[in-house]
């Protein structure tokens, strides 16, 4: 397929579900196209294009090859926690009528995270948990929702469940799965949901509590708004909506107000309860280059001003915070005074770089990146940099040295292992592709919040996707994935 033609397809994914593939493989988005043109007998990649514009069951079709439905039971427990302890006795206290309390997962995936909420809700509410809640399950995906009614599951989807709670509310079905207890089951609904759709069927409007976590990673910040103020509009007065908690900080978007309660971070329809003190944008520590967590109680925000508004006294951290919302000329203009001040600050100069490769301005990234290592020789974040600037030219063998030199600076930089593994398959070189990703889950499974070795630059690889795609790999390359995996 052209590259010409494959822009065009990504343009419209983009536009209609929301998927960017900027700055990622496109390898599974040319064999999804592969295997949708034999599937539906396409006479080109441009009569398929003609198709996909044409029929939305054929791009929902195309779209479901595309999403990652990685999701387990009881994923991020601390806000289901939130949910039964505090959040829903609150609605239930302030309700004026009988109907139950609608709850919603958007992008639910194959219903590990609906049905995590409808056994923490019985754990705590009993029997009336069928007669308070419903509770809705969406996704672009229909496949993953064809599974999710079936409610039936192997061993990877219970890793972070309590074998007591498996014990209570599955049987087994055969030597690998296990199924659901028909209550729980029965209790949740799935719908099929395009999040980028203009208008949501009426199931899917009205709801008290939404989801939507590990979802917003692959959008961008302008996506990620339309989705929210879509969001914002399904949410009854006074209604939450749950966010992950490493993507809480990308979703604060001046859409709804921002709230922490009992260490957690929610979204809240409306103004935010009175006892709650007024929340401040996150601080962002200089420690280690990364933001630090958020620390002290948030309060309803108003949108971020404007960059021209904001205070003169800028530094490192202003120009990572606009980094990470993707305010790239922003942070830029910030990173230039400050090198205009200090030219040889390492890590202002790392920063641009990495701005500058997500630009695919591969040549200007790799100068700064070799500036850098002028004034810090062993900067792992350099030798990723130049590793991604060459992998993404195609240079396997510059990739291959300048990741090998990241991994012998930080051992522990399971990014770098990361993209070694997946250079190493590309060659064939399946025995060092396969130890490359043994050692990414191991360093993942060695630290609960583990440490990519880098300092400065954020690179964002999601950590539950890495470790799922290793084992995935593994698997493929014949090798005992729970060998590895804790
Ligand atoms: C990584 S899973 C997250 C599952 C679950 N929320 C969890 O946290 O475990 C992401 C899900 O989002 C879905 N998704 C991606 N784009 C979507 C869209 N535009 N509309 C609805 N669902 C979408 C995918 O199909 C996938 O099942």
Known sequence: MS????????????????LSFEGISEAPLVSGLQKRIALTGAKSASAYYAALLADEHEFNELAGL???????????????QLL?????????????????????CAGCSSGEEPYSI??????????????????VGGDIDKGALAKARIGRYAEFSFRSLAPELRARYFKRYDQWNWSLNDEVRAQVRFHHLNLLDAHYAHELQN????????????????TRRIIQQHLATLLNDDGYLIIGAAETLANDLGVLSLVKESGLFYFAKQTPEPAKAALKPPALGMTSGKPAPAVGPLAAQPPAPPYQHRPPALSTDDALRLTLEKQYDEALAILALLLKQQPDTSAALLLKA??????????????????????????????????????WRNQSDAALKWFKQAVYARNECWPAHYYLGELYRSDNKMDNA???????LQLLSAQQAPTDGLSIIPLG??????????????????????????
């Open 118 to 135: 409808a056994i923490a809700l019985r754990e705590k509410y009993g029997e009336s948990a069928t007669r308070l809640f419903t509770l």
């Open 66 to 80: 595309l999403t990652i439905n990685e999701t387990y039971f009881y994923r991020e427990p601390e806000q289901l």
């Open 354 to 391: 990495h701005i500058q490769l997500h630009r695919k301005d591969y040549a200007a990234a790799e100068e700064n990146a070799q500036l850098a290592l002028t004034i810090e020789p062993w900067s792992t974040d350099a030798f990723v940099l130049l590793g991604l600037a060459a992998k």
């Open 434 to 440: 396969r130890r490359a990703y043994r050692v990414v």
């Open 207 to 222: 709801f008290d509590i939404i989801f939507f976590r590990n979802v917003s990673i692959y959008f961008d910040r302008p």
């Open 3 to 18: 590259t010409m033609n494959l822009a065009a397809f990504k343009e419209l994914i983009k536009q209609r579900c929301g």
């Open 84 to 104: 039964v302890d505090c959040l829903v006795p609150r609605l239930l206290s302030r309700k004026q009528h009988d109907s139950p309390l609608r709850i919603l």
């Open 461 to 486: 690889l999601p950590v539950s996707e890495v470790r799922f795609l290793c084992l995935h790999q593994l698997a493929k390359l014949g090798d005992n994935p729970s060998m590895v995996s804790n």
